[in-house]
């Protein structure tokens, strides 16, 4: 079992930064793939980025360029910075782990419980 808890979300103003983080318990998050997901109000939850144990990353084409995913298995920690932000970024965003590195969020069995990203026009 892991567990998962994001901080770091709020409000910001279009073209501002944020950093989210997702700290891990219960297992050690080493051997798993990382990924983010985002889920605005009315729409699908979508990844936005996944970092396997090697380092491989993948991201969705709206933010590329913009965001960056990493991990830091020491503190059992996955952190997503988000740059340039647009108003079309405001989502609840979760963090999963899982041990396949695809798209599909059914292939990621632990969740946290998300944080609120609003970027402002």
């Known amino acids: 079992q892991v567990q998962l808890v994001e901080s770091g979300g709020g409000l910001v103003q279009a073209g501002g930064s944020l950093r989210l983080s997702c700290l891990a318990s219960?297992?050690?998050?080493?051997?798993?793939?990382m990924g983010w997901y985002r889920q605005a109000p009315g729409k699908q939850r979508d990844l936005v980025a996944a970092i396997t144990s090697s380092g491989r990353t993948n991201y969705a084409e709206s933010v590329k360029g913009r965001f960056t995913i990493s991990r830091d298995d020491a503190k059992n920690t996955v952190y997503l910075q988000m740059n340039s932000l647009k108003p079309e970024d405001t989502a609840v965003y979760y963090c999963?782990?899982?041990?396949?590195?695809?798209?599909?969020?059914?292939?990621?069995?632990?969740w946290g419980q998300g944080t609120q990203v609003t970027v402002s026009s």
């Open positions: 219960g297992n050690i998050i080493s051997t798993y793939v």
């Open positions: 999963a782990a899982g041990r396949l590195f695809i798209r599909m969020s059914s292939a990621y069995p632990f």
